[in-house]
């Protein structure tokens, strides 16, 4: 298993992030993740399936996904799609939180499914349109669409559990911020625990523990992702793109490549640029 933090910036001008989805040509897998921001995932066009902690929810043209902060997640996208992808800071709920920082959202079907789909497709037609006014009416879509999650799908019966880890991902998040900044060096898990001022042992498990995954394969599929971008933006040799990621060379970029995504970086460069 490989989980990953993802850093959410908001559009420019905007108190929210929104998007196409990445993988809409299909044939397109998102490894498990979090992030501090809530995110909806809503499906406009085709199918794909969606899993939260190990559980598969599979998404219809129609149908939404609405994820919590720091919940672990992943995406399955076989086919083409069109899908929305709408990510909102954490701190926008901050006068509605139920715990430290901790807000939690219904994952259950609901009356008002139909007016959020309308909302997440209004919100983007909107942006796209650019004219005099136009972010004006985005806000206004926007902040309706928060009305609704805040008193349609808000949960207030939220356990300490749920909330102690929801804090202890939070602090795993300044370490796999930190990775994400500098994933091209040579950081091996001694230098990072001393920068955080842990003992190896003890971060060693704190990734084990609270991400399910032990440090040197976080730290590789960071790299993985990093150079999967890479070869598919650029014209960097694969030589090139691995030195620029932090692999040794390219034969250690092969094997992982390889192990991760069933093919070889050339295969892959060769599919991507024709």
């Given amino acids: 298993m490989e989980f990953s933090h993802e850093i959410i910036m908001p559009n420019e001008g905007l108190p929210f992030k929104i998007f196409i989805f990445e993988g809409g040509e299909g044939n397109y897998f998102r490894n498990k993740h979090w992030h501090r921001s809530v995110e909806l995932f809503a499906v406009f066009e085709g199918n794909l399936k969606f899993y939260l902690n190990d559980r598969a929810y599979p998404l219809r043209t129609g149908e939404f996904m609405l994820v919590n902060s720091n ?41 008002q499914d139909g007016e959020v789909m309308r909302l997440i497709g209004d919100i983007y037609a909107s942006y796209e349109q650019k004219c005099c006014g136009c972010e004006m009416e985005v ?42 900044e500098n994933y091209d060096t040579d950081l091996s898990l001694d230098a990072l625990a001393k920068i955080f001022g842990y003992s190896p042992t003890y971060l060693s498990r704190m990734f084990q523990k609270y991400a399910g995954i032990n440090y040197r394969t976080y730290l590789e599929s960071i790299r993985l992702e990093r ?6 933006n650029t014209e960097h040799t694969i030589s090139e793109a691995a030195l620029n990621n932090g692999f040794a060379n390219s034969k250690a970029l092969a094997k992982a490549f390889r192990k991760k995504y069933g093919m070889l970086p050339s295969e892959y460069c060769k599919r991507i640029r024709k």
């Fill in 227 to 232: 150079t999967f971008r890479e070869l598919a």
């Fill in 139 to 180: 806000k206004s879509l926007y902040y309706r669409l928060l009305y609704l999650m805040v008193t349609k799908y808000r949960e207030t019966d939220v356990t300490p559990d749920m909330v102690k880890l929801n804090k202890n991902l939070n602090r795993l998040s300044l370490i796999t911020d930190y990775i994400k």
């Fill in 71 to 111: 919940e672990i997640h992943s995406i399955d996208a076989p086919e083409p799609n069109r899908t929305i992808v709408l990510q909102i800071p954490l701190k926008t709920f901050e006068d509605y939180y139920t715990g430290e920082e901790y807000i939690r959202f219904s994952h259950a079907a609901n009356t």
